[in-house]
Structure formats: structure tokens, C-alpha cells
């Protein structure tokens, strides 16, 4: 089926008898078949697994873009629930088995093979972010003692039961514990009869703890160009492998959670068209209100300056101008330095060394605004779109170097606040670009006021 008939069939997807889409989807790709069966209710999306075979069923199932996985194990019968959780990945089960509830959760565990099952209940005892919450226990290991013949004969046996044959990893015959990572691309052009020794390389294989945190999974992948990582216990035991693929579906989750977050609301733990009306409400509206209590202060600012606003009418014109540009350069630097903490790129040990290169970034800003800004009120005034009055260069000053002093703080204001969070045990992407703004608002206001009573005093004020 060409591209525009698969997305023709997504797009009608949801009007098809479950049976007749089963027909229809039989011969497509595993994600094809996800894509239709998003636009199905879960009561529907299991008619049309039922009626593929067994082997595709499950192929589908083992998709993390599948919206609504969960749901639809929980409407099968039981019988048929646990074979399809039997012959999926390991580490997909526990996703499901993660968002089941009782006493669905208990009625499947008790139906399961007894490999399946302690693999589950391995699994889900790692906490949610954490490597060992993401990796499969679907691996090839070999005993150092064998040949490559041995090694591709019990590659074709097992193939069909591991997740990835990327690389096998080779342990010590007696002690069990890890020795090398040998990639299939080494096991195929070695000499069959030599020993397994022979293609491993001389380096010591990267591994990782399952208690170690899954960015840290992340970075060893991207920094050594790996296809898995082995996670080892305290005894360098195998236990289990993070892939490549595991990765990638942990970086689109956290990422879209901590866009959210930037965005000043809680995290949605479902797809957006899924979240219930209540739920929604309760994900932005705690952050909401603490905006706009926080933004009370800027009309408490501004009160304070009430004597000054009534014979200089003409400084309101530029506060939206102060305000914003402050609360963008603190974005900017907010921005930066989560994505930086979040990539190992800075530690927590270097916030020194980010406000040393930020207060000068901020100046160099802030002036470049504010001569912008000076331009701009001279223009207007010589123009004649606008009368500043008889001491127009003064509000020209006073509005750049006002830039100058605003910028400087969001700059260092939003680069300071991730190492803030992050000393403090939170997660830095709830230094959200709204709370940067809103602290960044009331400031901007006390320093703009403040550079016009110095500017301004004995002409305007």
C-alpha cells in the first residue's frame, strides 16, 4: 500500500469494522497498524488484534507509539492477554504493567510463565527513571570459552526470542561476569574456529548499574556511538540491556515532559486528546496560580512608584518594552543552561564560571537593546511621530540604560535559577520560562524606577 492509501486508511480508520480493518491492515507495517488503531477505542482496537494473527498482534503491542496499549490488554480476555504479554519485549510489558490497575494487574500477573514473570517483577522494581526502569533482559551472552562457530549457532537459536542481537556480550565461564561486548559485524568476519577472544576488542566494555539514572544511559550511548549498553549488578552480572531504541522513546517522553513544564503546568501523563477535562484543569491550573500571584507583585511594584508614574506619564509608554526584554533575555539563559545541565556539558560545581560568562553576555546585550531603544525614541522625536517633551534625551537615557541594568539581571537570573532547582533536589526544567518572566517582572520594574530617579531627578521627577 503506497503512502496516500495508508494515510486514507488512517483517516477512515475510525468508521471500518474492526474485522474488516483487520483485513485490511494484515500486510502492513507494525507502526501503520498503530497509527489506525489510535483512531480506534480500545474495545475496537482489540476486536482488530484478535483477528490478526498472533504473531502480528503482538509485533503491535510491542509499539511505544501504541497511544493506548494498557487499555487495550485490560479489554482482552485474560487467556489471550498473557500470551501476547508472554512473547512481547520484556521491557514493554513492564510499561504495560506499569499503567495496569488492579485487580486487572494481579489476574494477568498470575497467568504468566514463570520467565516472563520474574523478569516482570524485576523490571518494576527499579524506580521509574532509572536504567534498569528502561532496559529489556532480552540479551545474548556467551561463555569467553567458545568459538564464533558456537557463538552464530546459538545466535540462530535464540535469535527469535532476544530483542536485539546488536552485540553479545561474553562473560566469564565461571564467575559469570562481564569480559566483552563483541558486535555481530566482528562475530561475522572472525574465523569460525578461533576463539570468541579473538574479535572482542582490547578496550573494557562500557556498562552501566540499572540504579544509575537513564540520562546517564542516554549519554553513554550518544557519547560512544553504541546500539545497547549492558547493565550490570554490583558483581558485573549481566542483568539486562538498554538499546538504542529504548533511548530514543526515553528522550521523546522526557523532552515532551519538560516542554510542558517550560511552559509553566504540570506534565501530562497522557496524549493531549486523552486527558480527561478535570485532569487538565488540575495540570495548569496549579502553576497558573502561582504565576499570577507571583505577578501580583509587579502590581505592587508598580504602586510604589505611583508618585513618580503621575509626573512622568511618558515612562509607561516603555515599561511592556522593559518588562519583555528582560523576561526574554532570562529565557534565554533559562533555556540554555537546562538543556547544558541536562547534557552533562556543566555541573553544579560551575556555576562560577556561567556567571562570569553570563554578566558580560547580559551587558553586551542589554546594551545592544538599549542603543535600539535610544535610536528608536530619538527617531520618533525628531520625526514628530511622537512628543517626548523638552527633556526627551533624558527618557532616551533613562530607557537605555535601564535595558542595560534589566537584561543583565534575567541573564543572570535565568541562568543561576537551574542550579538553584537542581542543588535543591528539583528537576531544572521547573525553572519554566513564565516563573523566569514573572521574577524578572517585578525586578525590571524596581530597577527601571530606580534608574529614572537617578536620570530624571530635578527634571521630570
Known sequence: MNDNSQIELV???SSIDPHALAMRLAEERAPDIVEALNERTPEDAALVLQALSPERAIEVLDQPSLDCGPEIIA??????????LS????????????????????????????????????????????????MTTEFVSVPSNWTIAEVLHHIRTVERTRETV??????????????????????????????VLTVAPSRKPIMI??????????????????????????????IGIVTVDDVIDAIFQQQTAEVQRFGGMEALDEPYMDISFPGMIRKRAGWLCVLFLSEMLTATAMQGFEDELSRALVLTMFIPLIMSSGGNSGSQATSLLIRAL?????????????????????????????????????????????????HW????????AALVGVVSF??????????????????????SAPFVATLVDVTGLVIYFSVALVILRGTLL
Open 166 to 195: 546488536y552485540s553479545v556480550f561474553v562473560v566469564d565461564p565461571v564467575k559469570n561476569k562481564l569480559v566483552h561486548a563483541v558486535t555481530l559485524r566482528r562475530l561475522i568476519s572472525g574465523d569460525p574456529h578461533a576463539s
Open 11 to 13: 483517516k477512515d480508520a
Open 393 to 400: 534625551p533624558l527618557v532616551a537615557l533613562t530607557v537605555g
Open 342 to 390: 541536562a547534557l552533562h556539558e556543566i555541573r553544579l560545581r560551575d556555576w562560577w564560571r556561567v556567571a562570569l560568562r553570563e554578566l558580560p553576555t547580559g551587558l553586551m546585550l542589554g546594551a545592544i537593546l538599549g542603543v535600539i531603544g535610544m535610536i528608536r525614541i530619538t527617531l520618533w522625536q525628531k520625526i514628530g511621530f511622537y512628543d517626548y517633551g523638552e
Open 75 to 84: 479489554v482482552l480476555p485474560r487467556s489471550q492477554a498473557a500470551a501476547y
Open 410 to 431: 534575567g541573564s543572570m537570573a535565568g541562568s543561576m535559577l537551574p542550579f538553584i532547582l537542581r542543588g535543591m533536589g528539583f528537576d531544572p526544567a521547573s525553572a
Open 209 to 238: 548499574s540499572p540504579l544509575a539514572p537513564r540520562d546517564e544511559a542516554v549519554r553513554l550511548i550518544s557519547k560512544y556511538d553504541l546500539l545497547a549498553v549492558p547493565v550490570v549488578d554490583a558483581h558485573r552480572h549481566v
Open 87 to 134: 512473547g512481547m519485549s520484556a521491557d514493554r510489558v513492564a510499561d504495560v504493567f506499569h499503567e495496569l490497575e488492579e485487580p486487572t494487574r494481579s489476574e494477568l500477573l498470575s497467568l504468566l510463565d514463570v520467565d516472563t514473570k520474574a523478569s516482570l517483577e524485576r523490571l518494576l522494581a527499579y524506580p521509574e527513571e532509572t536504567a534498569g526502569a528502561i
